[in-house]
């Protein structure tokens, strides 16, 4: 039976499941088990209904605490095992970034950033994915970069090759429109500087991986060495996910 990865919402733009990616093994992480998405404080009316469908057990918010003050969190937060975790550190703002400037290399350099400076809040995400109750979803803003790094480092330990990591990044373009649309909506009297905004082809995490590879000398040996990842907790999370 075919699965869908994009789970369609009135509000929410990125809401996907993770299932179907193929393990070097060749095993596949089971669908309906792990979702990655744009922010859950949009969640209202008949969207609430379709998520609560969903069986959600664990939902990990990835922004920083002031952007769930001034946008929301998921409704009813108490019928989850919730955790906020800001895994990035330093603000910027994509919609100001000078035009000029080589942007995936920009965006790769903002998630070496969030790798360095995040390692104890990936951690607990990682932990919590493996061992909280399940199904669950994971969440920053627009669900392209802080939920993309998690995305990617999960499939790391999972054993997924990195085409695949690639590709699962990459669908957040088909996205990129409706996010778009949603800045202008929400700041009526500013100009959006920067074209890329919204933006996240596979040239991104490409670059994101081989910066991990030339600091650590692989995504996994960061994720087990400076994060923190426990060999039992990468054998937990794949009993968890995996078929």
């Known amino acids: 039976m075919p699965h869908d990865r994009h789970i369609e919402f009135e509000r929410l733009h990125n809401f996907r499941d993770m ?50 003050d001034a946008k ?10 919730y955790a906020n975790l800001s895994i990035e550190h330093r603000p910027y703002d994509q919609a100001a970034i000078d035009p000029a400037l080589d942007p995936w290399r920009y965006l790769a350099d903002r998630f070496a950033e969030v790798a360095e ?16 109750p399940g199904p669950a979803v994971f969440h920053c803003a627009s ?4 939920t993309g790094l998690i995305a990617a480092l999960v499939l790391t330990l999972l054993d997924v090759p990195e085409e695949q990591i690639l590709a699962d990044f990459a669908l957040t373009e088909l996205a990129t429109a409706r996010l778009t649309a949603d ?8 100009t959006l500087h920067w074209p890329s905004y919204g933006r996240a082809p596979a040239t991104v995490m490409a670059l994101v991986l081989a910066d991990l590879t030339t600091r650590y000398g692989s995504p ?7 994060v923190g990842i426990t060999p039992d907790t990468v054998a937990r999370l794949r009993a968890r996910l995996l078929d």
Do not use: M
């Open 19 to 68: 299932g179907g990616y193929r393990t070097a093994d060749g095993r596949t992480l089971a669908w309906g088990t792990l979702y990655r998405a744009d922010s859950l404080g949009k969640l209202q009316g008949a969207d609430w209904d379709r998520f609560l469908t969903l069986g959600i057990r664990t939902v990990i918010d990835l922004r920083y605490p002031w952007e769930i």
């Open 72 to 81: 929301g969190r998921i409704p009813e937060p108490e019928r989850f095992t």
């Open 117 to 132: 400076d995040g390692t104890d809040e990936i951690r607990r995400a990682i932990e919590l994915i493996a061992d909280g």
């Open 143 to 146: 669900g392209k970069d802080r």
């Open 183 to 190: 800045w202008h909506a929400a700041h009526p009297g500013r």
């Open 220 to 226: 996994s040996a960061y994720v087990t060495g400076p």
